[in-house]
């Protein structure tokens, strides 16, 4: 069956690889040594939780999706914390912190179930596929390394700090993108369904169950009823084939 080919950017954490996974494992050990050292003082598991979450969503508005953002939010939590326990803070300990909070970028690449079928479906139907993903360049290109992606998406892969409307526009307007037949996908709301909505084009939000709340934001009514969402990756596919069709037809 013939397809009107479609360009169709895809996120790459938690959308084809697994991310927040690795950072909820690290933030679970994280917490349990946050508990042997303020638990005497009667701070609950929820309270450095809440903390931590705030701290990290404020850092990321401000500078990006550099990798030290985590463990920086990390120190940051426990430096607050002695701060209301009156408690010095130990170089010691934050070395610590540190090591744990980049420890989270060591972890295998996961890709989640359906990836490879997925992208072989939508090359094998003369889609072209790009790969556009936030954070540091070099921990990314080692995550497409080991995941072997530059066979579907060859140097169609964008890296940026900041991941936003201004990015998102960049790329379309340097790269000549057809915006009618242009497909963004990705688990962000933030990141990749409001961008891409605001740009004008296509999207498909990928619900994750657990997902980051720097990434969850609320969308304007007609931007919700813009937006395709479904759960997982293998549901790409039968989407494009329908609107490729669709403008095939017309």
């Known amino acids: 069956m013939k397809y009107l080919p479609q360009q169709i950017i895809f996120d790459l954490d938690d959308t084809l690889v697994h991310c927040n996974k690795y950072f909820d494992l690290i933030l679970g050990r994280y917490f349990e040594l946050m508990n042997g050292w303020f638990g005497a003082y009667g701070p609950s598991m929820s309270e450095f939780r809440s903390k931590q ?3 990290d969503v404020e850092t990321v508005s401000t500078s990006g999706l ?3 953002n985590f463990p920086k939010s990390l120190i940051a939590t426990y430096r607050y914390f ?3 326990y009156n408690r010095m803070p130990e170089a010691l300990e934050e070395q610590q912190l540190m090591k744990l909070g980049m420890s989270v970028y060591d972890q295998e690449v996961e890709a989640y179930p359906g990836m490879v079928e997925t992208l072989d479906t939508l090359k094998q139907d003369g889609h072209s596929l790009y790969l556009y993903t936030g954070g540091d360049d070099a921990i990314q ?4 390394a080991q995941m072997k992606l530059d066979e579907y ?3 169609r892969i964008y890296i940026r700090q900041h991941k936003n409307v201004e990015s998102l526009e960049q790329i379309l307007n340097t790269y000549h993108f057809d915006r009618s037949i242009t ?3 990705g688990n962000s709301l933030r990141t990749d369904v409001l961008p891409a909505l605001t740009a004008g084009i296509n999207s498909i939000y990928l619900k994750q169950q657990n997902e980051w709340l720097y990434n969850l934001v609320e969308l304007q009514r007609e931007m919700q009823q813009s937006v395709m969402t479904i759960s997982a990756i293998d549901e790409v596919p039968p989407v494009i084939r329908m609107a490729a069709l669709r403008e095939h037809h017309g």
């Open 53 to 55: 979450v705030e701290i």
């Open 141 to 144: 290109q080692r995550k497409i």
């Open 66 to 68: 550099a990798s030290d």
């Open 183 to 185: 497909w963004m996908i």
């Open 82 to 84: 002695c701060g209301k």
């Open 153 to 155: 998406f060859d140097d």
